[in-house]
Protein backbone atom coordinates (compact mmCIF):
# COMPACT_ATOMS: atom_id res chain seq x y z
CA UNK A 1 0.00 0.00 0.00
CA UNK A 2 1.52 3.42 -0.76
CA UNK A 3 2.06 6.18 1.51
CA UNK A 4 -1.23 7.54 3.10
CA UNK A 5 -2.82 10.49 1.75
CA UNK A 6 -3.12 14.15 2.92
CA UNK A 7 -6.12 13.28 4.78
CA UNK A 8 -6.83 16.93 5.80
CA UNK A 9 -8.25 17.99 2.32
CA UNK A 10 -11.53 15.37 3.18
CA UNK A 11 -13.97 17.17 4.62
CA UNK A 12 -16.45 14.78 6.57
CA UNK A 13 -19.92 15.74 7.75
CA UNK A 14 -21.00 12.69 10.85
CA UNK A 15 -24.58 12.85 12.19
CA UNK A 16 -25.31 10.68 14.53
CA UNK A 17 -26.02 10.20 18.38
CA UNK A 18 -23.38 11.95 20.08
CA UNK A 19 -22.80 10.32 23.67
CA UNK A 20 -20.26 11.02 26.25
CA UNK A 21 -18.27 8.35 27.60
CA UNK A 22 -17.25 8.25 31.09
CA UNK A 23 -14.79 5.97 33.19
CA UNK A 24 -14.70 5.68 36.55
CA UNK A 25 -11.32 4.03 38.13
CA UNK A 26 -10.75 2.52 41.30
CA UNK A 27 -10.22 -0.30 43.65
CA UNK A 28 -11.99 -3.00 45.68
CA UNK A 29 -11.19 -4.45 48.81
CA UNK A 30 -14.47 -5.27 50.30
CA UNK A 31 -18.05 -5.46 50.29
CA UNK A 32 -21.00 -3.50 51.16
CA UNK A 33 -22.61 -3.99 54.28
CA UNK A 34 -25.95 -2.79 52.74
CA UNK A 35 -26.43 -5.42 50.35
CA UNK A 36 -23.85 -7.70 48.47
CA UNK A 37 -22.46 -5.39 46.59
CA UNK A 38 -18.30 -4.35 46.58
CA UNK A 39 -17.45 -1.33 47.55
CA UNK A 40 -15.39 0.82 44.91
CA UNK A 41 -12.67 2.95 46.14
CA UNK A 42 -12.98 5.79 43.60
CA UNK A 43 -9.59 7.14 42.69
CA UNK A 44 -9.94 9.27 39.61
CA UNK A 45 -12.57 9.60 36.68
CA UNK A 46 -12.17 10.46 33.24
CA UNK A 47 -14.70 11.28 29.85
CA UNK A 48 -14.29 10.74 26.28
CA UNK A 49 -16.26 11.04 23.35
CA UNK A 50 -18.19 8.52 22.56
CA UNK A 51 -21.01 7.15 19.91
CA UNK A 52 -21.09 9.43 16.63
CA UNK A 53 -18.25 11.37 18.63
CA UNK A 54 -15.52 8.72 18.57
CA UNK A 55 -16.20 8.67 15.28
CA UNK A 56 -15.19 12.18 15.04
CA UNK A 57 -12.41 11.81 17.42
CA UNK A 58 -10.68 9.16 15.09
CA UNK A 59 -11.13 11.30 11.99
CA UNK A 60 -9.53 13.85 13.87
CA UNK A 61 -7.15 11.48 15.13
CA UNK A 62 -5.92 10.47 11.24
CA UNK A 63 -5.68 14.10 10.16
CA UNK A 64 -9.38 14.27 8.48
CA UNK A 65 -11.72 17.53 9.13
CA UNK A 66 -15.24 16.86 10.51
CA UNK A 67 -18.46 18.79 10.33
CA UNK A 68 -20.66 16.47 13.21
CA UNK A 69 -24.47 17.45 14.19
CA UNK A 70 -26.35 15.81 16.97
CA UNK A 71 -28.25 16.49 19.88
CA UNK A 72 -27.64 17.21 23.02
CA UNK A 73 -29.55 18.44 26.05
CA UNK A 74 -29.38 21.47 28.28
CA UNK A 75 -27.05 19.93 30.98
CA UNK A 76 -23.56 19.47 32.20
CA UNK A 77 -22.51 16.57 30.40
CA UNK A 78 -23.48 18.47 27.22
CA UNK A 79 -21.10 21.30 28.01
CA UNK A 80 -18.42 18.72 28.40
CA UNK A 81 -19.32 17.06 25.27
CA UNK A 82 -18.68 20.41 23.90
CA UNK A 83 -15.45 20.79 25.41
CA UNK A 84 -14.19 17.61 24.12
CA UNK A 85 -15.67 18.16 20.89
CA UNK A 86 -14.08 21.79 20.98
CA UNK A 87 -10.40 20.42 21.94
CA UNK A 88 -10.45 18.35 18.51
CA UNK A 89 -8.29 19.66 16.00
CA UNK A 90 -10.52 20.26 12.79
CA UNK A 91 -13.75 19.47 14.26
CA UNK A 92 -16.95 21.72 13.66
CA UNK A 93 -20.02 20.99 15.50
CA UNK A 94 -23.33 21.94 14.79
CA UNK A 95 -24.88 21.01 18.34
CA UNK A 96 -28.87 21.18 18.29
CA UNK A 97 -29.86 21.42 22.05
CA UNK A 98 -33.23 19.46 23.18
CA UNK A 99 -33.94 20.76 26.79
CA UNK A 100 -36.36 17.74 26.89
CA UNK A 101 -33.95 15.17 26.70
CA UNK A 102 -30.73 14.27 28.64
CA UNK A 103 -27.51 14.05 26.76
CA UNK A 104 -26.61 10.35 26.34
CA UNK A 105 -24.07 9.27 29.00
CA UNK A 106 -22.21 6.15 29.84
CA UNK A 107 -20.71 5.56 32.82
CA UNK A 108 -18.46 2.67 33.51
CA UNK A 109 -17.39 1.88 36.66
CA UNK A 110 -14.31 -0.02 37.01
CA UNK A 111 -11.80 -1.90 39.18
CA UNK A 112 -8.28 -3.02 38.04
CA UNK A 113 -9.53 -4.85 34.88
CA UNK A 114 -12.97 -5.88 35.62
CA UNK A 115 -16.13 -3.49 34.96
CA UNK A 116 -18.41 -3.62 37.69
CA UNK A 117 -21.50 -1.56 36.75
CA UNK A 118 -22.05 0.64 33.46
CA UNK A 119 -25.10 3.12 34.00
CA UNK A 120 -26.62 4.74 31.16
CA UNK A 121 -28.60 8.23 30.89
CA UNK A 122 -30.68 8.60 27.68
CA UNK A 123 -33.94 8.98 25.94
CA UNK A 124 -33.98 7.28 23.20
CA UNK A 125 -36.83 8.39 21.86
CA UNK A 126 -37.36 9.52 18.29
CA UNK A 127 -36.60 13.75 18.37
CA UNK A 128 -39.92 15.72 17.78
CA UNK A 129 -40.52 17.42 14.55
CA UNK A 130 -38.94 20.91 15.67
CA UNK A 131 -35.27 19.35 16.64
CA UNK A 132 -35.79 16.82 13.22
CA UNK A 133 -36.60 20.08 11.48
CA UNK A 134 -33.24 22.26 12.84
CA UNK A 135 -31.17 19.13 12.42
CA UNK A 136 -32.35 18.91 8.54
CA UNK A 137 -31.46 22.66 8.16
CA UNK A 138 -27.97 22.22 9.81
CA UNK A 139 -27.12 19.12 7.31
CA UNK A 140 -28.32 21.16 4.34
CA UNK A 141 -25.83 23.76 5.63
CA UNK A 142 -23.03 21.33 6.11
CA UNK A 143 -23.29 19.63 2.43
CA UNK A 144 -22.01 22.58 0.98
CA UNK A 145 -18.51 21.55 2.07
CA UNK A 146 -18.66 17.73 2.77
CA UNK A 147 -17.09 14.61 0.16
CA UNK A 148 -18.21 12.26 2.62
CA UNK A 149 -20.94 11.49 4.72
CA UNK A 150 -20.93 9.51 7.76
CA UNK A 151 -23.97 8.14 9.59
CA UNK A 152 -23.38 6.98 13.11
CA UNK A 153 -26.65 5.00 14.26
CA UNK A 154 -26.77 3.84 17.76
CA UNK A 155 -30.37 4.07 17.86
CA UNK A 156 -30.54 6.87 20.51
CA UNK A 157 -33.81 8.63 18.58
CA UNK A 158 -31.77 11.12 16.08
CA UNK A 159 -31.64 9.08 12.96
CA UNK A 160 -34.93 8.71 12.15
CA UNK A 161 -36.04 7.10 9.27
CA UNK A 162 -37.36 10.63 7.77
CA UNK A 163 -34.06 12.36 8.88
CA UNK A 164 -32.11 8.86 6.98
CA UNK A 165 -34.19 9.24 3.93
CA UNK A 166 -33.75 13.02 3.41
CA UNK A 167 -29.82 12.83 4.87
CA UNK A 168 -29.69 10.81 1.87
CA UNK A 169 -31.29 12.17 -0.80
CA UNK A 170 -29.45 15.57 -0.35
CA UNK A 171 -26.17 14.23 0.45
CA UNK A 172 -26.33 12.29 -3.03
CA UNK A 173 -27.79 15.53 -4.97
CA UNK A 174 -24.65 17.36 -3.34
CA UNK A 175 -22.48 14.62 -4.68
CA UNK A 176 -21.08 13.21 -1.47
CA UNK A 177 -20.72 9.91 -0.69
CA UNK A 178 -22.95 8.32 2.53
CA UNK A 179 -21.39 5.44 4.58
CA UNK A 180 -23.38 4.31 7.41
CA UNK A 181 -23.09 1.76 10.70
CA UNK A 182 -26.47 0.80 11.25
CA UNK A 183 -28.27 -0.49 13.68
CA UNK A 184 -31.73 -2.46 14.56
CA UNK A 185 -33.19 -5.15 12.24
CA UNK A 186 -34.84 -3.07 9.22
CA UNK A 187 -32.09 -1.90 6.63
CA UNK A 188 -34.57 -0.52 4.32
CA UNK A 189 -34.39 2.73 5.99
CA UNK A 190 -30.62 2.67 4.50
CA UNK A 191 -31.79 2.75 1.03
CA UNK A 192 -29.12 4.79 -1.46
CA UNK A 193 -26.75 4.54 0.84
CA UNK A 194 -23.16 3.91 -0.97
CA UNK A 195 -22.29 1.62 1.95
CA UNK A 196 -23.72 -0.09 5.25
CA UNK A 197 -20.64 -1.30 7.81
CA UNK A 198 -22.95 -3.97 9.78
CA UNK A 199 -21.17 -6.29 12.55
CA UNK A 200 -21.68 -9.91 12.35
CA UNK A 201 -24.89 -9.76 14.62
CA UNK A 202 -25.99 -6.38 12.90
CA UNK A 203 -26.12 -8.53 9.64
CA UNK A 204 -27.60 -11.45 11.16
CA UNK A 205 -30.30 -9.68 12.59
CA UNK A 206 -31.39 -7.87 9.14
CA UNK A 207 -31.06 -10.90 7.29
CA UNK A 208 -32.91 -13.08 9.83
CA UNK A 209 -30.39 -15.98 9.65
CA UNK A 210 -26.98 -16.72 11.54
CA UNK A 211 -23.53 -15.61 10.43
CA UNK A 212 -20.12 -17.60 10.35
CA UNK A 213 -18.56 -17.15 8.04
CA UNK A 214 -17.36 -14.71 5.12
CA UNK A 215 -19.33 -16.84 2.36
CA UNK A 216 -22.78 -16.16 4.95
CA UNK A 217 -21.84 -12.93 5.10
CA UNK A 218 -21.78 -12.36 1.54
CA UNK A 219 -25.18 -14.29 1.33
CA UNK A 220 -26.53 -12.21 3.72
CA UNK A 221 -24.99 -9.03 2.13
CA UNK A 222 -26.09 -9.23 -1.61
CA UNK A 223 -29.20 -10.35 0.02
CA UNK A 224 -29.79 -7.07 1.34
CA UNK A 225 -28.17 -5.49 -1.16
CA UNK A 226 -30.92 -6.20 -3.51
CA UNK A 227 -34.21 -5.38 -1.45
CA UNK A 228 -32.79 -2.77 0.02
CA UNK A 229 -30.94 -0.71 -3.12
CA UNK A 230 -27.76 -0.40 -0.82
CA UNK A 231 -24.73 -0.50 -2.98
CA UNK A 232 -22.23 -2.22 -1.19
CA UNK A 233 -21.64 -3.77 2.34
CA UNK A 234 -18.27 -3.88 4.45
CA UNK A 235 -18.92 -6.18 7.34
CA UNK A 236 -17.41 -6.60 10.44
CA UNK A 237 -16.60 -10.07 11.68
CA UNK A 238 -14.61 -9.23 14.78
CA UNK A 239 -11.22 -11.58 15.10
CA UNK A 240 -11.99 -12.97 11.11
CA UNK A 241 -11.37 -9.36 10.16
CA UNK A 242 -13.63 -7.48 7.51
CA UNK A 243 -15.58 -8.55 4.63
CA UNK A 244 -16.06 -5.92 1.38
CA UNK A 245 -19.30 -6.87 -0.58
CA UNK A 246 -19.17 -5.05 -4.07
CA UNK A 247 -22.15 -5.42 -6.66
CA UNK A 248 -20.06 -7.14 -9.53
CA UNK A 249 -17.05 -8.65 -7.89
CA UNK A 250 -16.40 -11.56 -5.38
CA UNK A 251 -16.27 -11.01 -1.71
CA UNK A 252 -13.44 -10.00 -0.65
CA UNK A 253 -12.51 -10.93 2.80
CA UNK A 254 -9.34 -9.04 4.97
CA UNK A 255 -8.17 -10.83 8.15
CA UNK A 256 -7.32 -9.15 10.98
CA UNK A 257 -3.50 -8.44 12.04
CA UNK A 258 -1.91 -10.62 14.48
CA UNK A 259 -2.99 -8.76 17.95
CA UNK A 260 -3.96 -9.29 21.55
CA UNK A 261 -7.49 -7.84 21.69
CA UNK A 262 -8.01 -6.40 24.74
CA UNK A 263 -11.35 -4.03 24.60
CA UNK A 264 -13.32 -4.07 21.10
CA UNK A 265 -15.50 -1.05 22.44
CA UNK A 266 -15.81 1.62 19.56
CA UNK A 267 -13.97 -0.36 17.26
CA UNK A 268 -16.35 0.65 14.76
CA UNK A 269 -16.42 3.79 15.14
CA UNK A 270 -12.65 3.71 13.77
CA UNK A 271 -13.21 1.14 10.57
CA UNK A 272 -15.87 3.15 9.57
CA UNK A 273 -14.02 6.77 10.25
CA UNK A 274 -10.96 5.52 8.47
CA UNK A 275 -13.36 3.92 5.57
CA UNK A 276 -14.51 7.56 5.01
CA UNK A 277 -11.54 9.35 4.90
CA UNK A 278 -9.95 6.86 2.39
CA UNK A 279 -12.59 6.30 -0.05
CA UNK A 280 -12.50 10.30 0.31
CA UNK A 281 -8.92 10.40 -0.74
CA UNK A 282 -9.75 8.33 -3.54
CA UNK A 283 -9.19 4.95 -2.17
CA UNK A 284 -10.60 2.17 -4.65
CA UNK A 285 -12.95 0.46 -1.96
CA UNK A 286 -10.75 -2.49 -1.95
CA UNK A 287 -7.94 -0.51 -0.87
CA UNK A 288 -10.29 1.45 1.88
CA UNK A 289 -12.00 -1.71 3.45
CA UNK A 290 -7.92 -3.00 3.66
CA UNK A 291 -6.88 -0.03 5.90
CA UNK A 292 -9.86 0.43 7.71
CA UNK A 293 -9.23 -3.12 8.65
CA UNK A 294 -5.77 -2.37 10.07
CA UNK A 295 -7.04 0.79 11.81
CA UNK A 296 -9.75 -1.30 13.29
CA UNK A 297 -6.73 -4.18 14.43
CA UNK A 298 -4.76 -1.39 16.03
CA UNK A 299 -7.74 0.05 18.36
CA UNK A 300 -8.83 -3.06 19.77
CA UNK A 301 -5.82 -3.53 21.26
CA UNK A 302 -6.19 -0.56 23.30
CA UNK A 303 -7.99 0.57 26.47
CA UNK A 304 -11.41 1.70 26.81
CA UNK A 305 -13.61 3.71 23.71
CA UNK A 306 -10.12 4.66 21.80
CA UNK A 307 -8.95 6.13 18.58
CA UNK A 308 -5.98 5.64 15.94
CA UNK A 309 -3.75 7.93 15.10
CA UNK A 310 -2.27 9.09 11.57
CA UNK A 311 1.20 7.90 12.87
CA UNK A 312 -0.06 4.51 14.37
CA UNK A 313 -1.57 3.71 10.86
CA UNK A 314 1.43 4.26 8.82
CA UNK A 315 3.44 2.27 11.20
CA UNK A 316 0.89 -0.67 11.09
CA UNK A 317 0.77 -0.23 7.29
CA UNK A 318 4.08 0.00 6.41
CA UNK A 319 5.77 -2.11 8.88
CA UNK A 320 3.42 -5.08 9.85
CA UNK A 321 3.19 -5.65 13.83
CA UNK A 322 6.65 -6.59 13.63
CA UNK A 323 7.79 -4.55 16.32
CA UNK A 324 10.95 -3.41 15.71
CA UNK A 325 13.82 -1.60 17.75
CA UNK A 326 12.38 2.44 16.87
CA UNK A 327 8.78 0.53 18.08
CA UNK A 328 9.92 0.43 21.55
CA UNK A 329 11.17 4.52 21.55
CA UNK A 330 7.85 6.09 22.30
CA UNK A 331 6.21 9.75 23.25
CA UNK A 332 5.10 9.75 26.05
CA UNK A 333 1.17 10.25 25.07
CA UNK A 334 1.07 6.86 23.94
CA UNK A 335 2.66 5.37 26.35
CA UNK A 336 0.23 6.55 28.73
CA UNK A 337 -2.25 4.80 27.44
CA UNK A 338 -0.81 1.51 26.78
CA UNK A 339 0.17 1.79 30.81
CA UNK A 340 -3.08 2.15 31.50
CA UNK A 341 -3.53 -0.76 29.25
CA UNK A 342 -0.96 -3.37 31.06
CA UNK A 343 -2.72 -2.18 34.54
CA UNK A 344 -5.91 -2.92 33.45
CA UNK A 345 -4.91 -6.70 32.07
CA UNK A 346 -3.54 -6.51 35.82
CA UNK A 347 0.03 -6.14 35.16
CA UNK A 348 2.54 -4.14 37.35
CA UNK A 349 4.37 -1.19 35.40
CA UNK A 350 7.68 -0.33 36.42
CA UNK A 351 9.83 2.83 35.92
CA UNK A 352 13.82 3.53 36.29
CA UNK A 353 15.27 6.57 34.42
CA UNK A 354 18.84 7.57 33.69
CA UNK A 355 21.28 8.96 31.27
CA UNK A 356 22.27 5.81 30.13
CA UNK A 357 25.87 6.81 28.47
CA UNK A 358 27.89 4.16 27.27
CA UNK A 359 26.16 1.30 29.15
CA UNK A 360 27.87 -0.69 31.31
CA UNK A 361 27.68 -3.84 33.72
CA UNK A 362 25.87 -2.08 36.28
CA UNK A 363 23.75 -0.74 33.92
CA UNK A 364 22.76 -4.50 33.07
CA UNK A 365 22.36 -5.37 36.32
CA UNK A 366 20.14 -2.30 37.19
CA UNK A 367 17.54 -3.11 34.56
CA UNK A 368 17.72 -6.87 35.40
CA UNK A 369 16.95 -6.30 38.44
CA UNK A 370 13.95 -3.39 37.75
CA UNK A 371 12.62 -6.07 35.00
CA UNK A 372 12.29 -8.64 37.89
CA UNK A 373 10.39 -6.07 40.22
CA UNK A 374 7.57 -5.82 37.50
CA UNK A 375 5.76 -7.28 34.22
CA UNK A 376 6.39 -4.44 32.20
CA UNK A 377 9.31 -2.13 32.12
CA UNK A 378 9.53 1.70 31.26
CA UNK A 379 13.23 3.36 30.76
CA UNK A 380 13.01 6.72 30.95
CA UNK A 381 15.76 8.55 29.13
CA UNK A 382 17.27 11.64 29.19
CA UNK A 383 17.50 13.86 25.96
CA UNK A 384 20.94 15.36 25.13
CA UNK A 385 20.29 18.67 26.21
CA UNK A 386 19.54 17.39 29.76
CA UNK A 387 22.48 15.38 30.09
CA UNK A 388 24.49 18.29 29.13
CA UNK A 389 23.06 20.87 31.87
CA UNK A 390 23.34 17.69 34.55
CA UNK A 391 26.73 16.30 33.18
CA UNK A 392 28.73 18.75 31.62
CA UNK A 393 29.75 20.38 27.97
CA UNK A 394 31.52 16.72 27.46
CA UNK A 395 28.60 14.59 27.53
CA UNK A 396 26.96 12.95 26.37
CA UNK A 397 29.34 10.55 24.39
CA UNK A 398 26.36 9.31 22.24
CA UNK A 399 23.53 11.11 21.07
CA UNK A 400 20.05 10.06 22.69
CA UNK A 401 18.93 8.32 19.25
CA UNK A 402 22.12 5.74 19.76
CA UNK A 403 21.38 5.78 23.32
CA UNK A 404 17.74 4.67 23.24
CA UNK A 405 18.53 2.58 20.11
CA UNK A 406 21.07 0.14 22.74
CA UNK A 407 18.13 0.26 25.36
CA UNK A 408 15.86 -0.59 23.17
CA UNK A 409 17.45 -3.69 22.30
CA UNK A 410 17.60 -4.98 25.89
CA UNK A 411 15.05 -7.71 26.43
CA UNK A 412 14.29 -6.55 29.83
CA UNK A 413 13.29 -3.22 28.51
CA UNK A 414 9.67 -2.83 26.96
CA UNK A 415 9.83 0.94 26.21
CA UNK A 416 12.04 3.51 26.23
CA UNK A 417 10.52 7.22 26.76
CA UNK A 418 13.05 10.70 25.82
CA UNK A 419 12.42 13.45 28.53
CA UNK A 420 14.39 16.45 28.37
CA UNK A 421 13.54 17.68 31.97
CA UNK A 422 16.38 17.93 34.30
CA UNK A 423 14.22 15.33 36.49
CA UNK A 424 11.48 12.57 35.58
CA UNK A 425 8.82 14.10 37.56
CA UNK A 426 6.38 15.02 34.94
CA UNK A 427 7.15 11.81 33.13
CA UNK A 428 6.34 9.58 36.16
CA UNK A 429 2.98 11.77 37.18
CA UNK A 430 1.80 10.64 33.51
CA UNK A 431 3.31 7.18 33.74
CA UNK A 432 2.07 6.53 37.04
CA UNK A 433 4.10 3.41 37.69
CA UNK A 434 3.20 0.62 40.02
CA UNK A 435 7.20 0.07 41.04
CA UNK A 436 10.05 2.95 40.46
CA UNK A 437 13.43 1.52 40.21
CA UNK A 438 16.36 3.58 41.43
CA UNK A 439 20.14 2.71 42.44
CA UNK A 440 21.04 2.16 45.85
CA UNK A 441 23.61 4.86 46.00
CA UNK A 442 20.60 7.21 46.53
CA UNK A 443 18.29 7.03 49.42
CA UNK A 444 14.62 7.10 49.70
CA UNK A 445 14.24 10.70 50.20
CA UNK A 446 16.38 11.28 47.63
CA UNK A 447 14.53 9.56 44.98
CA UNK A 448 12.18 11.82 42.29
CA UNK A 449 8.68 10.73 42.08
CA UNK A 450 9.28 8.09 45.21
CA UNK A 451 6.38 10.34 47.25
CA UNK A 452 3.91 10.28 44.03
CA UNK A 453 4.61 6.90 43.23
CA UNK A 454 4.00 5.82 46.53
CA UNK A 455 0.86 8.49 47.32
CA UNK A 456 -1.35 5.81 44.38
CA UNK A 457 -0.06 2.95 46.31
CA UNK A 458 3.25 1.96 44.25
CA UNK A 459 6.38 0.50 45.97
CA UNK A 460 10.05 2.60 45.22
CA UNK A 461 12.57 -0.56 44.92
CA UNK A 462 16.83 0.77 45.74
CA UNK A 463 18.38 -1.73 43.43
CA UNK A 464 22.13 -3.21 44.20
CA UNK A 465 24.94 -1.57 42.54
CA UNK A 466 27.86 -3.15 40.72
CA UNK A 467 31.02 -1.60 42.64
CA UNK A 468 33.46 0.44 40.54
CA UNK A 469 31.23 0.18 37.15
CA UNK A 470 30.08 3.87 36.19
CA UNK A 471 30.08 5.83 32.88
CA UNK A 472 32.36 8.48 34.01
CA UNK A 473 35.39 6.03 35.28
CA UNK A 474 34.60 4.40 32.04
CA UNK A 475 35.48 7.37 30.23
CA UNK A 476 38.20 8.26 32.65
CA UNK A 477 39.55 4.69 31.41
CA UNK A 478 39.33 5.75 27.75
CA UNK A 479 41.45 8.94 28.34
CA UNK A 480 44.21 7.37 30.08
CA UNK A 481 44.80 5.07 27.64
CA UNK A 482 44.77 7.73 24.62
Known amino acids: MSDLPAFTRVPVLVIGDLMLDRYVYG???????????????????????????????????????????????????????????????????????????????????????????????????????????????????????????VLSDYAKGVLTPEIIAETIARARAAGAQIVIDPKGRDFSRYRGAHMLTPNRKELAEAFGAPISTSAEAEKAARALMQTHGIESFLVKLGADG??????????????????????????GDTVIATLALALGSGYTPEAAAELANIAGSIVVGKVGTASVSRTELERAVHQGETQRLEDKIVPLDSLAATAEKWRRQGLKVGFTNGCFDLLHPGHIALLRQARAACDRLVVGLNSDASVKRLKGETRPVQNESARSTVLASLADVDHVVIFGEDTPLELIQTLRPDVLIKGADYTLEKVVGAAEVQSWGGRVILANLIQGESTTRMIGKMGAVG
Do not use: W
Not at 35 to 54: D, F
Not at 242 to 267: K, M, N, Y
Open 27 to 149: TVDRISPEAPIPVLHTQRETSVLGGAGNVVRNIAALGGQAQTIGVVGADRAAEELRQLLGAESGVTPRLVTDASRPTTQKTRYIALTQQLLRADYENATPVSSPIAAQILSQISDALTEAKMV
Open 242 to 267: VCLVLPDASALPFHTQAREVFDVSGA
